[in-house]
């Protein structure tokens, strides 16, 4: 009889489980938006990086995260005593967030020249980069300001133009800087 109970045991236990892992699946089908994937998080102690859980990032953090970037992929997070940084794939985008105190500092997008805006486009072929193609933006954000690094090319001549946008909320260019590629034939 002992021994009857146990495999009976086993077997419903077993039951059990395939009930919850195709649940599971079926919500997952149902909410694309979620992903299996779990973060990756990373905890600064004594010089050292040690893994962590995603219930170690706050979760005033999490839900200021949840609320703005929900669908975000490849997600990892950096804890230090000091601040939070999470890095992560959204919109086409690579994103890196920081926060301190558990209030968002600094949120830094890099991003392909078809999602450059359309000022941003005007403000460059207006003469301050004739002839440059984008290639690659990288956006600054934080609570007082915006800034822009934006890479160009023309041929084998890059341009690196930084720009923020003033108090009035327009396009002001800090530098231009260009350099052109060694030839490499020559070395």
Request: charged share 25%; proline share 2%; with cysteine.
């Amino acid at each position: 009889m002992k021994k009857l109970f146990a495999v009976i045991l086993l077997l419903s236990q077993h039951a059990f489980a395939q009930n919850f892992a195709i649940a599971d699946r079926n919500f997952n089908d149902e909410h694309p938006s979620i992903s299996d994937e779990q973060p990756k998080v990373y905890i600064m102690k004594n010089g050292n990086y040690h893994r962590g859980y995603i219930n170690n990032v706050p979760s005033g953090i999490m839900t200021d995260f949840i609320q703005k970037y929900d669908g975000a992929e490849d997600i990892s997070w950096v804890l230090n005593d000091k601040r939070v940084d999470g890095y992560f794939r959204f919109r086409d985008q690579d994103i890196v967030v920081t926060y301190k105190n558990g209030y968002l500092e600094t949120t830094r997008k890099t991003y392909e020249a078809s999602q450059v805006s359309s000022n941003i486009r005007r403000f460059l072929q207006s003469d301050k980069a004739k002839g440059f193609d984008i290639s690659k933006v990288i956006e600054i954000i934080t609570d007082k300001n915006v800034l822009y690094e934006v890479m160009m090319l023309k041929e084998n001549q890059h341009c690196v133009a930084r720009l923020f946008k003033n108090s009035l909320g327009e396009l002001e260019l800090m530098e231009k800087i260009y350099f052109t590629e060694p030839d490499m034939t020559k070395l």
